[in-house]
């Protein structure tokens, strides 16, 4: 009977001990720290189970030689050593109770609310970014980009110079169609983007061109940027206020036609609203004044179309314009089927700086709801500058463009999904470059230094993730060297992140995450791919 009662309690003990396992209570994820702990408890729990063990086996060795005649003595012991028991295992019981809320003290609650944040940090993936493992090898990286970038999107290099002259004979006949050219200016065209910093790897390519507009005497354009009158969240936005030389507002607000006192409206009086109307200014501003993008693009786009139609005569191709958000398109066509896509913006640029002021940015989101008189600070024309002063500077066989291009297809291959969005775009791969490029020497990046200097790109670019903020490179960077043209109250002014919409909301967070982890988990098996297609085809 006592034997029994002892393999009884054993059972209990084992099973009780079970039951309150962390591991059977808790869904969530175990760290290192934590399954070292539970080893820990583990044993010290084995031990006790031992300890109870050899206390019944000594009092078991001596029971036989006591000789119990009384009856009543036998039924008591039974009841004496299931008392002790039970004390034992609930003396255990609570032992364990405390150890599990000393492993894991954050347990799930029961309200709604907290359910709800665990849920929503178990979908965004873990970032292994500080230990990248399969990174391809120098040979695989060279090879992947003279076979398969190199060899295959590269535009002639004559075209990008075709482009701007094209661009400016649709501007000069443009000046001389425009009806109201005695106030407003088209300055000759610019070159930004990936096609004139020689790193374009898309196809098709796309050739980006400013179009700075200006006014002359009488009228001038005022950008309000960095300034207390333009909200926080808007800080990488600035507004273009129209203003008369003498620094008066053009037009003032009414609410009425016939405005009281000697307050003159040079919108609704009459004797000011023929000349208004007969230069068109008006057109292209809101009732307060600002420069509304909207109209500026469909009068740049208008004003465009007409210059092309007096021109075509003299071209041996066609021309299709396209309706795009923020700029004027263009699409040349050749008869032998050769298309050169170009995107031109109308563009205010800050005085005495090479700063300007789009009406689209090429990081943010095409569908916003920013209001039409907020244009977005563009530093395209410093980046260019900064980036050919570093191609200088650099050694000539130099590798910081490879690591930009081999990133950016990677991408394309890894979101080539049509319904998959991706997040992750190249002007956020090119301002991680340009960080990487003002941190660290010269030497570091020659060419046979492509290997550490893409591993470097991908770990900065993890721990932005991980951080949800990526400065934008000029803006609010006092180390930048001021002769690049950036003005001084934008290098003291504060950072912009270019990961506004992380914080904000957790779908973008988790797409950027899992395109960033896709491309570390099958960046070698697809360039392997790509390396024997390519091979394979010639």
Known sequence: ????????????????????????????????????????????????????????????????????????DREDSPQKYWNTYIMLILVIIQVLGLWRGDILPNNPQDDDNEEEQEEMQDEVPRRPHNNILNCPDQNVLDQFYNICIENGSQEPIMTSTFVKCFVDRLLEAGRNLC??????????????????????????????????????????????????DVPREKQSFG??????????????????????????????????????????????????????????????????????????????????????????????????????HIKVFPAVRLKGSDVHLVPRFSNFPKKSRVPT?????????????????????????????????????????????PDQRCVLGSYIF???????????????????????????????????????????FMIGNQTFPQQIGIPEFLLKAEPINLFPSFVTGNESYCQALMGYQKILRDMGPLMMECIKNNTTAE
């Open 373 to 417: 008189i907020y244009w977005h600070i563009s530093c395209a024309v410093c980046e260019y500058r900064f980036l050919k002063i570093m191609t200088k500077n650099i050694p000539k066989s130099s590798c910081h463009l490879k690591c930009l291009q081999i990133l950016i297809v990677l991408t394309e291959k890894v979101c080539h999904s």
């Open 179 to 228: 009806p109201w050219s005695s106030e407003l200016i088209l300055d000759d065209c610019v070159g930004i983007g990936s096609q004139f910093e020689k790193w374009s790897c898309k196809i098709p390519s796309v050739y980006d061109i400013l179009v700075p507009i200006f006014l002359q005497d009488g009228y001038c354009f005022k950008p309000e940027i960095c300034s207390c």
């Open 430 to 472: 090119k301002t991680v470059l340009m960080h990487l490029l003002l941190s660290q020497p010269y030497s570091n990046w020659q060419e046979c230094h492509l290997e550490h200097r893409f591993r470097d790109v991908l770990k900065y670019l993890g721990k932005c993730l991980d951080e949800k903020c990526l400065h934008r």
């Open 1 to 72: 009977m006592i034997t029994a009662l002892k393999l009884f309690n054993v059972c209990v003990l084992m099973i009780t001990g079970s039951l309150y396992h962390p591991r059977l209570l808790s869904d969530e994820v175990e760290t290192e720290e934590v399954q070292k702990r539970i080893k820990e408890h583990e044993y010290r729990y084995q031990q006790q189970i031992e300890w109870l063990q050899s206390k019944m086996e000594e009092k078991s060795n001596h029971q036989p030689n006591i000789k119990i005649h009384l009856s009543a």
């Open 239 to 340: 507004r273009i206020l129209m203003v008369t030389a003498n620094n008066a507002n053009l037009a003032t607000q009414c609410e009425t036609n016939e405005p009281e006192g000697d307050i003159l409206c040079l919108i609704h009086n009459k004797g000011f609203e023929p000349d208004i109307h007969s230069h068109g200014l008006a057109s292209i501003m809101d009732s307060d004044c600002y420069l509304d993008y909207k109209k500026v693009v469909k009068w740049f786009r208008v004003l465009l179309s007409k210059s092309w139609k007096k021109i075509c005569d003299q071209n041996e191709f066609e021309i299709t314009f396209r309706n795009m958000t923020g700029c004027c398109g263009l699409k040349i066509q050749y008869q032998s089927g050769r298309t050169i």
